[in-house]
């Protein structure tokens, strides 16, 4: 089976401080992890994917098998990055199926 | 890029009558629709996989007979809330399976529907 798991509903933090959002997984293959971002009243919306391996509005995210983890990162958060973040894991068991983890509520404070 | 639509946005029905949610995919053709339930402050939940011209595939634990799927057109999915109750009464997503250069998918997200059931 597979799971994701945010361990953290919420997350406060300054402008300009860096924010860390983590993921952590379970599948026995090789995954595709995805970050999702929902702003408030927006449908949600892909941010980034790990075989992408690219900085989307500054956030970046690297796969680490060995952890099992898929932290979402930005060192400086400004305040349109309040948002809900979802990790994602897609199986290729699981053809092109999403499992969404519980989800990370972001506040940047000014 | 791809454009995922709901309608209705919200909508507010009487326990026993049943309800109908449309997807639809605005600027291009999609095979395969999946259906996603949302409860408060919770993560979304797969109910099932639509996909065109065949029978939905369901996620284990979600009855079929209760949550009709029908997938009849490449741009319209529909998702039918039979018997609601007041426990059917959540946050329906759908999203749109949309094919990417090199074998690679992306979804699609609506913008959901708020269902009340009362």
């Known amino acids: 089976a597979q799971r994701v798991t945010q361990p953290e509903k919420l997350l406060s933090v300054f402008k300009g401080a860096p924010v860390e959002l983590k993921c952590n997984y379970s599948?026995?293959?090789?995954?595709?992890l995805f970050w999702y971002v929902q702003y408030s009243r927006q449908r949600l919306q892909l941010l980034l994917r790990h075989i992408s391996r690219e900085s989307i509005k500054g956030f970046t995210a690297d796969l680490n098998k060995g952890e099992t983890s898929f932290h979402l990162k930005k060192p400086f958060a400004q305040e349109e990055d309040s948002a809900m973040y979802y990790c994602a894991l897609k199986g290729k068991a699981a053809g092109n199926k999403l499992t969404f983890g519980g989800g990370t509520r972001v506040l940047v404070k000014p | 890029g791809a454009v995922v639509s709901q309608h209705p946005s919200r909508v507010i029905c009487k326990s026993g009558t049943s309800v109908k949610i449309e997807c639809r995919s605005l600027?291009?053709?999609?095979?395969?629709m999946f259906w996603y339930r949302q409860f408060p402050k919770q993560s979304l939940m797969l109910m099932a996989t639509?996909?065109?011209?065949?029978?939905?595939?369901?996620e284990q634990g979600v009855e079929k007979d209760k949550f009709l799927i029908n997938h009849a057109s490449l741009t319209l999915s529909t998702l039918t809330v039979t018997s609601a109750h007041p426990e059917d009464s959540s946050f329906y997503i759908c999203?749109?399976?949309?094919?990417?250069?090199?074998?690679?998918?992306?979804?699609?997200f609506g913008p959901g529907t708020r269902l009340t059931v009362t």
């Open positions: 639509s996909n065109e011209g065949s029978k939905a595939t369901y």
């Open positions: 599948y026995s293959g090789s995954p595709e």
């Open positions: 600027d291009f053709q999609a095979t395969t």
């Open positions: 999203s749109a399976l949309v094919g990417l250069a090199g074998a690679a998918y992306e979804q699609y």
